[in-house]
């Protein structure tokens, strides 16, 4: 199975900060590699698709990068409603495995 | 409108099983691979299992090998999984998710709202 290593586990920032994501992936996933974000009690919630398409209607300050094994996630002038967990996942090979999750909070 | 709505959820004592269902709308059902994806209580996600469009083809996590199968009838537009022996730690709300196909891109797209299943005595 490909394990996914995600950075950091909880990050905490400011309404307008930049912040950054990262994803590791334990052998090449080319650019098979998706970014998600949930809020409590809620659905994951696709953001980025194939390491760095924006999924339509999310807002463009979230951008994704990397190809093989290294991934980030870039969000720039945060704003209160992102403020949530984000997961990175894999759809290279089955199983479709997830990272632990980033816990963004103020 | 596309949607997925997940039901069957419930409590279920060890060992015993339970299906779970998610009924799709707003899209063409029987072109696209589905999948089941679960959360435990304040865990991260963890991906469950798939099945192909046709349903004559499904893959599921080691975890629950020999124990979950995904079905589904594309006439109905369901998607099902059928849980056996089941164990307190598959406590999880459960997911389906709709997987898009296109120009070599193939992200989980669409999400049920999740519906809990708690394996307890």
């Known amino acids: 199975d490909i394990q996914m290593t995600q950075s950091p586990p909880s990050l905490s920032a400011s309404v307008g900060d930049r912040v950054t994501i990262t994803c590791r992936a334990s052998?090449?996933?080319?650019?098979?590699l998706n970014w998600f974000q949930q809020k409590p009690g809620t659905a994951p919630k696709l953001l980025i698709f194939?390491?760095?398409n924006l999924q339509s209607g999310v807002p463009s300050r979230f951008s994704g990068s990397g190809s093989g094994t290294d991934f980030t996630l870039t969000i720039s002038d945060l704003q209160p409603e992102d403020f949530a967990t984000y997961y990175c996942?894999?759809?290279?090979?089955?199983?479709?495995?997830f990272g632990q999750g980033t816990m963004l909070d103020i | 409108q596309v949607k997925l709505v997940e039901s069957g959820g419930g409590v279920v004592q060890p060992g015993r099983s339970l299906r779970l269902s998610c009924s799709a709308s707003?899209?063409?059902?029987?072109?696209?691979?589905m999948h089941w994806v679960r959360q435990a209580p304040g865990k991260g996600l963890e991906w469950v299992a798939v099945?192909?469009?046709?349903?004559?083809?499904?893959h599921p996590a080691d975890s629950v090998k020999g124990r979950f199968t995904v079905s589904r009838d594309n006439s109905k537009n369901t998607l099902s999984l059928h849980m056996n022996d089941l164990r307190p730690e598959d406590t999880a709300v459960y997911y389906c998710?709709?997987?898009?196909?296109?120009?070599?891109?193939?992200?989980?797209?669409?999400w049920g709202q999740g519906t809990l299943v708690t394996v307890s005595s």
């Open positions: 707003g899209f063409t059902f029987s072109a696209s691979p």
């Open positions: 998710a709709r997987q898009r196909v296109r120009n070599g891109q193939n992200p989980l797209d669409v």
């Open positions: 194939s390491a760095s």
């Open positions: 052998r090449s996933i080319s650019s098979f």
């Open positions: 996942q894999q759809s290279f090979f089955t199983p479709y495995t």
């Open positions: 099945i192909s469009p046709d349903g004559n083809n499904e």
